[in-house]
């Protein structure tokens, strides 16, 4: 597969897909940006709703997120003060990427772990 000229000037990527890949990739983020769809959450909330995120991990990627401009952390001046998290508009245009990985994950997932079951190298990965 040919390097896209679209992802040239970005001068690291050889896709536009591991462009996007680095920006959402990983465990947490993409599950972090559906979360926060339907509206701001606190730190707190985020946590709960993460399984089994660590408050540390939860910081790291949050911050990473925001870096990025896809969140926006909103400290209000309150004792004990509250912040919270919602997507920005550019973290908004990720909406139909993240429900169309939930509807694929919907429709597909048992598959996948049917051949993860059955498959030849099933033993040698655990």
């Excluded at 707190?44 to 991990?57: D, F, Y």
């Excluded at 509250?82 to 990427?97: D, K, N």
Aim: charged letters at 20%; one cysteine or more; glycine letters at 6%.
């Amino acid at each position: 597969m040919q390097i896209e000229e679209s992802c040239v000037f970005l001068n690291t990527y050889s896709c536009a897909t591991a462009a996007t890949v680095e920006v959402i990739g990983g465990k947490w983020k993409a599950i972090l940006i559906y979360q926060l769809l339907d509206g701001p959450l606190r730190f707190s909330e985020l946590l709960k709703t993460s399984e089994s995120i660590s408050p540390r991990i939860l910081t790291l990627q949050l911050r990473e997120l925001e870096y990025d401009g896809l969140i926006q952390r909103v400290t209000y001046a309150e004792v004990p003060p509250r912040v919270e998290y919602s997507l920005t508009p550019l973290g908004e245009t990720l909406r139909p990427l993240v429900l169309m990985m939930k509807q694929w994950a919907t429709e597909h997932m048992s598959s996948v772990l049917e051949h993860r079951a059955t498959g030849e190298l099933a033993g040698e990965l655990v």
